[in-house]
């Protein structure tokens, strides 16, 4: 299993970024997928699930309205759009293919400053 997280990058209060996820080594079609994060100091925070076929989608409470995750079957990707981003989004993002997050690869640093 291999998930390569990307997209990451420094963006001012209000903006927005968008991640990718790539992933090969197993059938992603057929594998619910999640996003995490973990700020500095703090512990990983489940951000984001989606179901196989991409009907099914649930967020955080502190990321709902704001955020949205989508994917792409036929290319293997998962995608976060994040909008209105604030402070306290910073943290490394991380796409996972368990719900407890262990399953997770190499992540991307999102900072939100001004």
């Known amino acids: 299993v291999q998930l390569q997280a990307s997209g990451g990058g420094l963006v001012q209060p209000g903006g927005s970024l968008r991640l990718s996820c790539a992933a090969t080594g197993f059938t992603f079609s057929s594998s619910w997928m999640y996003w995490f994060r973990q700020a500095p100091g703090k512990e990983l925070e489940w951000v984001s699930t989606?179901?196989?076929?991409?009907?099914?989608?649930t967020y955080a409470a502190s990321v709902k309205g704001r955020f949205t995750v989508s994917r792409n079957n036929a290319g293997n990707t998962l995608t976060l759009q994040m909008n209105s981003l604030k402070s306290e989004d910073t943290a490394v993002y991380y796409c996972a293919k368990d719900a407890r997050g262990i399953e997770r690869g190499q992540g991307t640093l999102v900072t939100v400053s001004s």
């Open positions: 989606i179901s196989a076929a991409g009907v099914t989608t």
